[in-house]
Nanobody, 116 residues
Framework: QVQLVESGGGLVQPGGSLRLSCAASGSILSFNNMGWYRQTPGNQRGLVAAITTGASTYYADSVKGRFTISKDNAKRTVFLQMNSLKPEDTAVYYC??????????WGKGTLVTVSS
């Protein structure tokens, strides 16, 4: 059983910052493929940022230069530092862990609201 628990969401004003954390626990085969997705009502869940083998990173165009993904392998935790937040960043953010056996695991999500 693998569990992912997100934290760090909340209400922030435009231009502000938040740091999301996702702690992984359980029978994890590999910590090499992790990412953050977000979803708004009526829309599909979309990839925001990912960090893979060798700490290679990927960012959606909409967040490049503002968001930074990182991880602490020893603590099995992945982070998403979000700066210069915009109202359009408002969403539920989900942590994802991909495993080499093909299994995908998701957290329950944390709500980020950017509003004045």
């Amino acid at each position: 059983q693998v569990q992912l628990v997100e934290s760090g969401g909340g209400l922030v004003q435009p231009g502000g910052s938040l740091r999301l954390s996702c702690a992984a626990s359980g029978s994890i085969l590999s910590f090499n493929n992790m990412g953050w997705y977000r979803q708004t009502p009526g829309n599909q869940r979309g990839l925001v940022a990912a960090i893979t083998t060798g700490a290679s990173t990927y960012y959606a165009d909409s967040v490049k230069g503002r968001f930074t993904i990182s991880k602490d392998n020893a603590k099995r935790t992945v982070f998403l530092q979000m700066n210069s937040l915009k109202p359009e960043d408002t969403a539920v953010y989900y942590c994802h862990l991909g495993q080499p056996d093909g299994m995908d695991y998701w957290g329950k999500g944390t709500l980020v609201t950017v509003s004045s």
